[in-house]
């Protein structure tokens, strides 16, 4: 995977326009196909533009364990995002990254 994106200057409208499209997660032993299901502020923070929610949907079946995961998408490229498995989520695995 190519050089990863600088967490602190993420913010939640680089992700409103991306909301519903495909990210590919490399796990250990395979990659996983995320769809990005809900862009939420989460309130103030001492992040600029404030704090907000990604949720993302992946697959039924086996469920990832929570850690700092690679994910890539075409115009984002590659981010080290922290994952949280948060239950059945439409139809498939739910998971939950929060930037504060």
């Given at each position: 995977m190519s050089s990863t994106v600088d967490l602190a200057k993420l913010h939640i409208d680089d992700f409103t326009p991306h909301q519903?499209?495909?990210?590919?997660?490399?796990?250990?032993?395979?990659?996983v196909e995320l769809k990005l299901a809900k862009v939420e502020p989460a309130g103030n923070s001492g992040r600029p533009g404030g704090a907000f929610s990604l949720l993302f949907v992946g697959s039924k079946g086996a469920w990832l364990p929570q850690a700092i995961y690679p994910v890539r998408h075409p115009a984002l490229g590659v981010i080290e995002i922290f994952l949280v498995p948060?239950?059945?989520?439409?139809?498939?695995?739910?998971?939950?990254?929060?930037?504060?």
């Open positions: 519903h499209a495909g990210f590919e997660l490399q796990a250990a032993d395979r990659v948060i239950g059945p989520l439409g139809d498939g695995n739910g998971y939950q990254a929060i930037f504060t």
